[in-house]
C-alpha cells in the first residue's frame, strides 16, 4: 500500500501562532462591528475615516483614537 507521504500541517509556525493570531483578529472586528459612542455628544455616530482619525456623524467631532477602536 502506497500511503501518501503527507506533510504535517502548519508545521513551521505552530497551530498555536496561528490561532492567537485569528483570536486578535476576530476581536479587532467585533470591535470595529459595535457601534462606537462618540465621546463629545455621547451618540453612536462615530465613523472611522483612517487608521486613528475618527469622525462623529452626529455633532462633526474629528478626533484621533486608536486605529481600529476610538479613544
Ligand atoms: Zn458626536
Redesign the pocket.
Known amino acids: 500500500m502506497g500511503r501518501t507521504k503527507k506533510v504535517k500541517s502548519a508545521g513551521r509556525y505552530g497551530v498555536r501562532y496561528g490561532l492567537k493570531l485569528r483570536k486578535k483578529l476576530l476581536e479587532v472586528e467585533k470591535e470595529q462591528k459595535k457601534k462606537h459612542i462618540?465621546?463629545?455628544?455621547?451618540?453612536p455616530?462615530?465613523k472611522r475615516l483612517a487608521a486613528g482619525i475618527w469622525y462623529?456623524?452626529?455633532?462633526?467631532?474629528k478626533f484621533a483614537g486608536k486605529a481600529y477602536v476610538p479613544g
Open positions: 462618540c465621546p463629545n455628544c455621547k451618540k455616530g462615530l462623529c456623524k452626529k455633532c462633526g467631532a
